[in-house]
């Protein structure tokens, strides 16, 4: 098809979405003022359109829609259109989500909003069908009346935008000054979180779930701050279900973006690299909390999805993998789940007397395992989910738990290899700062926690990319691709990035990562710091095509970069010598207090950051030199315990060097004892008596958590 168009605007971006579209008869522009320009030249409304690389739904309306040479035609005479990609600019989306929502609309992807000249929004929607189906209005039909409304209600169209903008306004606006957020915060989030706890499935609310990493974040944090049973079992019941069903990739490791049933059973197929990180941090604090051997493994299958797959060759991390992907047996035709469905007859001859074994543990069926597909598209193919224990197979088919264990795992090579030649979906190769910043602090955790090298040296090969490649000169960029760095970053590119950095120091010791985290949140104070309302706007202000400068106030799939901000502060406070950041994060959670004490659940991370503000600070210090056995048995008991509110320190020799100046003086002096290892235990800055075993630090921990006073 693309022989037969000529390429529109897009064919010079850089986006992986854009350039889809760059063959669409759709006389397409990418966001800039000469959109603008040309829409108050010809005095027509824009239609504005956002999506992202992996979206299905994108998908489906360009084929439908933007591909249509009649549809194509209605746009190009009646509006000025701009396609943005959310990833690369989530400032613009923000903005408009907003808007659509406060039109009474429901959110999603592809957005599709109107907009006067002036980027006033006035009208929008999500995906709307070629003609009128599904119980929505046909596009076509839409764009008419939107050009009848706009050539004869004009002073209407004009108002309704300003009053929209005005709300926009407000919310940029709300919040500032109060106290900052006590204990009764914690409370209400944990009884507003497990209100909507599924007690049976996992998970929070009903079908569609998704997975939020914030909650667990969070549960967990509860659950080490008062000691409950519930907050974890919460969490250990949820992550066991989602690893067990068909969201989790059981053949290749990692998660598929949600799942559309109650049950974790029938995945959305995408896969995010954000959710790959957070989940993997997930796992990993339930490993400290849980001894359920699967919650490392997901982990550690996980981290090497990311490391096999989603890896450039310089070192960052690729965004997404699309839930679509040419069908084996029809390659001309894509489907969703394509490349990770199976038919009972693949499995049998792949398997052989596996086979009968591999079906009973995966629930594979001979018509086909899907309980919900409304589209029909998984019809006599099965998604595979772990529908019985080891025990119950092993049983089944007197075996030994370890024969089961062992079959099971070689089969699943076998169809990792056979799934290999298949068609691959769609890779959004572009590499964005904040989810890298996510994914670095994930590996960095990942070899703390489950050991291993090559996490820890995938870790610092992507930091040192993103810091080499996308930072100088007192900027930081959003998106690299192809060799161009390119967007200014917005407060999460910071905020994730400083997280990702200082887990990196925590687990390496290398003083390097401390000192680039310290020099970033001075340039993220500089640029988005709001002196007046406090906390930190989302955007630098630089752009001035960004209608408002907006603050996210809810932790979804990602986190609020405010939220991951706060906890950064806190953080950095108990390492360096800068008490004003302390002071600044406080300061944050003040500005949010509002939101949090009227509906906690929807800031779940801030909530954390108020429990980090309350808990004594304490550091622990452990000195000597990174290939000292002593000091690594040392690092290996903070890495076996979950401690989310310790700060630790390595203090190995690259963290003494001047890399290291950001320590503060205090900590960075502590110092070996007659040449061994000598750990410390430090509460604001005054330290317990130095430990020389990893024994004896054990016990002092043991004692400071019984009486934590």
């Known amino acids: 098809m693309h022989a037969e168009r000529k390429p529109n605007r897009l064919i010079h971006e850089k986006s992986p979405y854009l350039l889809q579209h760059a063959y669409n008869p759709v006389d397409w522009y990418p966001w800039g003022e000469e959109a603008f320009e040309r829409a108050r030249d010809r005095n027509v409304p824009v239609f504005l359109s956002i999506g992202y690389s992996t979206c299905h739904w994108c998908h489906v309306m360009e084929r439908e829609s933007f591909e249509n040479d009649s549809i194509a035609a209605i746009l190009n005479r009646n509006f000025v259109c701009i396609k943005v990609d959310r990833e690369e600019r989530p400032d613009l989306d923000r903005v408009y989500m ?44 839409v764009l008419g009346r939107i050009r009848t409304i706009w050539e004869t209600e004009r002073p209407k169209v ?37 209100s909507t706890y599924d007690p049976v499935h996992g998970g929070f609310g009903a079908g569609p779930k998704f997975p939020r990493p914030v909650v667990f974040n969070f549960l967990l944090r509860y659950y080490a701050r008062t000691g409950g049973d519930a907050p974890l079992a919460m969490v250990t019941h949820s992550l066991l279900r989602m690893a067990s069903g068909g ?62 797959d989603m890896t450039d060759a310089e070192g ?85 738990r370890e024969e089961t264990l062992s079959r099971l795992t070689g089969a699943k090579a076998k169809l990792f290899d056979l799934r290999a030649k298949r068609p691959r979906p ?36 992507a930091a040192e990319f993103v810091t080499g490649k996308m930072w100088g000169n007192g900027t930081l960029l959003r998106r690299y691709r192809q060799g161009e760095s390119r967007i200014d970053a917005h407060l999460d590119d910071y905020a994730f990035l400083v997280s990702g950095l200082l887990d990196l120091f925590e687990t390496s010791g290398d003083g390097r990562w401390l000192e680039r985290a310290a020099l970033l949140t001075e340039e993220q104070i500089l640029i988005f710091h709001d002196s007046r309302g406090k906390g930190f706007f989302d955007t630098s202000g630089r752009d001035s095509t960004v209608l408002v400068r907006m603050k996210e106030q809810y932790d979804g799939a990602e986190p609020a970069g405010n939220s991951v901000a706060a906890l950064n502060l806190l953080r950095l406070s108990r390492m360096t010598d800068r008490p004003e950041w302390e002071s600044m994060a406080a300061e944050t959670l003040a500005n949010f207090g509002g939101t949090l004490r009227a509906q906690p659940g929807v800031l779940p991370l801030m909530a954390a950051g108020v429990d980090f503000l309350l808990t004594p600070p304490r550091q622990v210090v452990i000195a000597g030199a990174a290939d000292d056995p002593r000091a690594a048995a040392m690092r290996g008991i903070l ?37 061994n290892p000598a750990a410390y235990v430090c509460r604001r800055f005054v330290c317990d008596l130095p430990l020389l075993s990893a024994e004896s630090l054990a016990l002092l921990l043991d004692e400071k958590d019984r009486n934590p006073a």
């Open 247 to 308: 969201m989790y990739d059981q053949i290749g490791g990692g998660f598929h973006r949600y799942a559309v049933d109650a049950e974790w059973r029938v995945p959305h197929f995408e896969k995010m690299l954000y959710d790959q990180a957070q989940l993997v941090q997930a796992y990993l604090d339930a490993s400290l909390c849980s001894p359920d051997p699967l919650f490392p493994t997901v982990a550690r299958e996980t981290l090497d999805y990311v490391l096999r």
């Open 639 to 675: 890495s076996g315990r979950y401690l989310p509110t310790t700060v630790t320190i390595p203090l190995d020799s690259g963290a003494r060097g001047d890399a290291a100046r950001a320590l503060n003086p205090f900590l960075r002096n502590l110092s070996l004892i007659d040449g």
């Open 98 to 141: 907003t808007a659509l929502q406060a039109m009474g609309q429901n959110g999603g992807w592809p957005m599709s909003m109107f907009l006067t000249p002036e980027r006033r929004p006035f009208y929008g929607g999500t995906y709307f069908p070629p003609e009128s189906r599904y119980g929505r209005a046909g596009f076509p039909d």
């Open 158 to 194: 004009d108002e309704s935008a300003r009053g929209i903008t005005t709300f926009l306004e407000d919310v940029a606006s709300a919040g500032g000054g109060g106290d900052v957020p006590g204990a009764e915060v914690i409370e209400a989030t944990f009884h507003q979180i497990s």
């Open 426 to 461: 769609l890779r959004d190769d572009k590499i964005l700062t904040s989810w890298n910043g996510l994914m670095i602090g994930a590996c960095a955790r990942g070899a703390r926690v489950l050991g291993g090298e090559r996490y820890l040296v995938a870790a610092t090969r």
């Open 316 to 400: 960052g991390f690729y965004s997404a993998e699309d839930a679509d992907s040419p069908r084996p047996e029809l390659p001309e035709e894509s489907g969703e789940g394509a490349f990770y469905v199976w038919t009972r007859k693949e499995i049998d001859d792949a398997l052989a007397g596996d086979a009968p074994l591999f079906n009973e543990y995966f629930g594979v069926e001979e018509g086909g395992n899907a309980p919900f597909d409304p589209q029909h598209e998984f019809t006599g193919r099965n998604i595979l989910y772990r529908c019985s224990s080891l025990d119950a197979a092993a049983h089944m088919f007197g075996i030994s």
